[in-house]
C-alpha cells in the first residue's frame, strides 16, 4: 500500500527558505513519479512539482519555477523539496502524490496527481 506523510511546513516571511518532506512507504522510487500541489481553500488545486524517479527528471510549474528544487533522500525513502525567496501568495497546504510511471507525460510531468498524503500547511507572512 502506497503511503505518503508530509512534513516541514510552518511560518516563513517573505523572503525566506522552507524545506518541505514527504516519507513515502510501500513503493520505491525508480518505479513512481512523485509529485507535489498544493491548495488554498475555496481555490482549485495548483500543481507544483513533479520528479520522474526513474531518471530523477524534474518539472516545474511557471508560478514556482527557480524558486524550488526537489530531490531525494533515498536512505530515507523520502522525497525534499526546498522552497527559496517565499512570497505570500504561496501560502497554502502542501500535498505529496505519488504514481506508478506509466511511460506517459501529463500536465507537468508524469504525475498523475491524484492520491496524496494529509498534507502540511505552509503559511508565507508579509
Known amino acids: 500500500e502506497v503511503q505518503l506523510v508530509e512534513a516541514g511546513g510552518g511560518l516563513v516571511p517573505a523572503g525566506g527558505s522552507l524545506r518541505l518532506s514527504c516519507a513515502a512507504s510501500g513503493f520505491t522510487f525508480d518505479d513512481y513519479a512523485i509529485g507535489w500541489f498544493r491548495q488554498v481553500p475555496g481555490k482549485e488545486r495548483e500543481r507544483i512539482s513533479c520528479v520522474d524517479g526513474s531518471d530523477g527528471r524534474t518539472y516545474y510549474s511557471g508560478s514556482v519555477k527557480g524558486r524550488i528544487t526537489m530531490s531525494f533522500d533515498n536512505g530515507k525513502n523520502t522525497v525534499l523539496m526546498l522552497m527559496n525567496n517565499m512570497k505570500p501568495e504561496d501560502t497554502a497546504v502542501y500535498y505529496c502524490?505519488?504514481?506508478?510511471?506509466?511511460?506517459?507525460?501529463?500536465?507537468?510531468?508524469?504525475?498523475?496527481?491524484?492520491?496524496w498524503g494529509q498534507g502540511t500547511q505552509v503559511t508565507v507572512s508579509s
Open positions: 502524490t505519488a504514481n506508478r510511471l506509466e511511460g506517459r507525460i501529463y500536465g507537468l510531468g508524469p504525475c498523475r496527481f491524484d492520491s
